[in-house]
């Protein structure tokens, strides 16, 4: 065979290079179109100058004639000289519109791409010191909300936001903006992509990102995304101090996205010597210990979603600098009970010691020492102001306060059973019963012998129920007149979607109100379980007292931890069973005759019990009830005074709920 039949011949060659150049983009269209452009002029012009050279006509004008004519259709018009001559003219004008049409054409082509590309969301991104939300959910405008709430005070700084989801970027960008509306001085950047892809994470400009917040439903695209950003972080010669925020459903996986995210918790291995980049919540736990607590504690989820979010005051570490000089002059080495008194705005709640860890205690023993932070609880982190300790004066009790014995029913199974029975335990008098009541033997493959048995080692009754079902209502009366429960607590059937567990949820809450309302000498507080914000809203027409959503409270602790990362600290500090937590405290165990009081005098009665005052709950059976965390003490140079009832409550951090 001849191998010459096998070569592509000249034409096939120009073709294939003219279409890989055209390949290259519209500048690269353009610049061939005016390279041919250029050709047809000076073959035009050399034609019309060899013809007419005779008459005169010299190269250079035979060359502006071709070039004129190209680019300009009108100066046919007015032409004289030669046939020939006058056709190469209208032939220099018939290409110079034909490559004007193709121009125009390859130009708009261009534009409409770029458009496209830019509506795509896949162009690069550079900013700096910015927030990256990777995932795109029902939980970004939370996160949202509170990052443009934190950037409020960041007055004259222009704060970015960049969030990459798999949606197209018009879209994300119309749903931001019809939940969000006023972004205020945060500017938000949507962008197109997968949140593992390391070239999707690098347009993000994660690599000169303040922290990332990883927002996503399913612990294993958490576990690769931390995986990915890790690397990334990593790769950067100098550390630049950025970090990753996420949370881990299940507790099982959280061993895997340690690992991947060399959390500093972890003690396995040589991980531990590389440089950490994961804060991790272990939502499981974190939110047990939340309806652990609020399940006894009418309206305590209120206080957690002050303290958790950006409205209103919130915890912050302050440490020595410029900025608070004269306020680490005056107070290092005095106690936190001694700083609360100079603090008009604020509250100090405990230091962060040299190894950076927290230290909330008895404020009568927490000392500001040097090279300590001190948490403040307080609106912003501006310059705190102080003055000379505040006199005080108050009444001390006659009578101590220990717990009493609780009638406690828990409907409906989820994996936080366990952990739930297992904190509760710390917390409730011997004498106590539990319920725990799940239809279709639900909770037997989730309750062991040792949850059961460390109940009773602890004085505490439990019943378990299965033969029933808690969603008919004839049923879930009758285990309600055995029970006669103080305290209700409902969870959510983590087997169902969010809208069906919702849905069974709600109509727990009906069935309880309607209970209550055909028994008027029955009294209980109800908590209950919820997964989306919306359905909750829809709940509290019923007569349900708190309610406890994994997402939400996920998505503000995340948002504060995205700021300062020794916040996650801070609040598990706050969270466990062996150290000082939020608890609401009636005002007749502080006070022998409630009344006019200033906020100093509560503070101090509060430090008298080894607590620390943080705010207080108006009539708690009222519909004044909402909490007010961190009241101002004083105002225009005058001490704020309070007019306390029998029935208000103070919020204080202390170790146990025992008054003594």
Not at 106 to 113: A, E, Q, V
Not at 233 to 251: K, Q, R
Not at 578 to 596: A, H, L, Q, T
Not at 608 to 618: A, D, Q, T
Request: glycine share 6%; charged share 25%; hydrophobic share 40%.
């Amino acid at each position: 065979m001849d191998k010459r039949r096998n070569e592509p011949s000249f034409r096939e060659k120009l073709r294939y290079w003219v279409d890989n150049w055209l390949s290259r983009g519209a500048l690269s269209t353009i610049c061939l179109l005016f390279a041919f452009t250029g050709l047809i002029v000076v073959l035009l012009g050399l034609v019309s100058w060899i013809l007419e050279r005779s008459l005169g006509l010299s190269l250079a004008q035979a060359l502006w004639n071709s070039l004129v004519h190209t680019f300009d259709p009108g100066v046919l018009a007015g032409d004289t000289g030669t046939v020939p001559f006058l056709f190469l003219m209208l032939l220099a004008t018939l290409c110079g519109m034909f490559f004007t049409a193709l121009l125009i054409g390859f130009i708009n082509d261009g534009i409409r791409s770029r458009m496209e590309d830019l509506a795509m969301g896949t162009e690069p991104v550079i900013e700096n010191g910015h927030v990256i939300i990777l995932g795109f959910n029902e939980s970004v405008y939370i996160l949202l909300g509170e990052l443009i709430e934190a950037n409020r005070n960041q007055r004259g700084r222009r704060c970015s936001v960049v969030v990459l989801g798999e949606l197209e970027k018009p879209e994300m960008e119309e749903r931001i903006r019809r939940q969000i509306g006023d972004t205020a001085n945060t500017h938000v950047i949507c962008r197109s992509g997968s949140i593992t892809d390391f070239r999707d994470l690098e347009r993000c400009s994660i690599r000169t990102c303040q922290s990332v917040i990883i927002n996503t439903e399913k612990d294993f695209d958490t576990i690769r995304a931390i995986l990915a950003c890790t690397q990334i972080f990593n790769e950067v010669p100098e550390d630049s101090g950025s970090y990753v925020t996420a949370v881990i459903n299940s507790g099982r996986n959280a061993l895997p996205a340690r690992i991947a995210g060399y959390d500093k918790d972890l003690e396995t291995g040589n991980a531990a010597d590389r440089r950490d980049r994961l804060e991790l919540l272990l939502m499981e736990t974190t939110v047990a210990r939340i309806m652990t607590h609020t399940c006894r504690q009418t309206g305590l989820s209120k206080v957690f979603t002050e303290l958790f979010d950006f409205a209103g005051d919130e915890f912050y570490i302050i440490r020595p600098c410029p900025l608070y000089e004269d306020l680490f002059a005056a107070f290092t080495g005095r106690t936190i009970r001694e700083i609360n008194r100079c603090l008009p705005s604020a509250i100090a709640i405990g230091i962060i010691d040299e190894k950076g860890m927290p230290v909330i205690d008895d404020p009568c023993l927490v000392r500001l020492e040097e090279g300590c932070s001190l948490i403040l609880l307080e609106e912003d982190d501006d310059k705190v102001p102080f003055h000379e300790p505040a006199p005080v004066s108050w009444a001390p009790p006659v009578v101590d306060f220990r717990e009493e014995p609780i009638r406690l029913l828990i409907m409906e199974c989820n994996p936080k059973l366990p952990l739930i029975l297992r904190e509760i335990r710390e917390y409730i008098a011997p004498g106590s019963v539990i319920y725990i009541a799940g239809e279709n033997g639900s909770f037997e493959s989730l309750l062991k012998d040792e949850d059961i048995e460390g109940l009773i080692d602890r004085g505490i009754l439990a019943a378990k129920r299965d033969e029933r079902s808690i969603y008919d209502y004839d049923s879930l009366s009758v285990l309600l007149d055995e029970a006669r429960p103080d305290f209700i607590l409902t969870l959510s059937n983590h087997a169902l979607s969010d809208d069906e567990a919702d849905e069974k949820s709600l109509t727990l809450l009906l069935y309880l109100e309607q209970y209550q309302r055909l028994h008027p000498g029955v009294s209980y507080r109800i908590t209950s379980e919820m997964r989306r914000i919306s359905n909750q809203v829809l709940a509290q027409k019923t007569m349900a007292s708190d309610f406890v959503i994994s997402r939400n409270i996920s998505s503000l602790m995340m948002a504060q931890i995205s700021q300062n990362r020794e916040l996650k600290n801070v609040f598990e500090s706050l969270l466990e069973s062996d150290g000082y937590e939020i608890y609401m405290k009636s005002v007749r165990y502080y006070f022998s005759d409630p009344g006019p009081v200033d906020f100093y005098s509560i503070l101090e009665a509060a430090a008298e019990k080894k607590e620390v005052f943080i705010g207080y709950r108006r009539n708690l059976s009222g519909p004044a009830g909402d909490p007010v965390c961190n009241p101002a003490k004083r105002k225009a140079g005058r001490t704020e005074t309070i007019t306390l009832a029998p029935d208000d409550y103070l919020i204080v951090l202390a170790r146990d709920q025992t008054i003594v």
